[in-house]
């Protein structure tokens, strides 16, 4: 069974950076695709990055592209979402999902979120 694990959110202020990571089990990750999703009370979940671990190849959410950086260490089964420069706007709860089309695909698997606090 895929299992998803996120880790990393916390409390900070606005210009502040945080390092997320999504860790997968049950998959074999180096041919996979992992989406970072966030949703804030009141809206929709949005999709805001993912990544192709065979390849590298990543795409971004316009409202974060230039801000987060999704990477991925396929030794530890890791993908990582590095976001700088945070707003308020960005406090959500974060999700990954996968392993394939990007967590929308019909086998998607979900972490359990972890919580992005950004205080202005």
Request: include cysteine; charged fraction near 20%.
């Amino acid at each position: 069974e895929v299992q998803l694990v996120e880790s990393g959110g916390g409390l900070v202020q606005a210009g502040e950076s945080l390092r997320l990571s999504c860790t997968a089990s049950g998959v074999t990750f180096d041919d996979v695709t992992i989406g970072w999703f966030r949703q804030a009370p009141g809206k929709e979940r949005e999709r805001i990055s993912c990544i192709n671990t065979s390849d590298g190849s990543t795409t971004y959410h316009a409202s974060v592209r230039g801000r987060f950086t999704i990477s991925s260490d396929n030794a530890k089964n890791t993908v990582y979402l590095q976001m700088n420069a945070l707003k308020p706007e960005d406090t959500a709860v974060y999700l990954c999902a996968g392993p394939s089309f990007c967590g929308m695909g019909p086998d998607a698997y979900w972490g359990q979120g972890t919580q992005v606090t950004v205080a202005s």
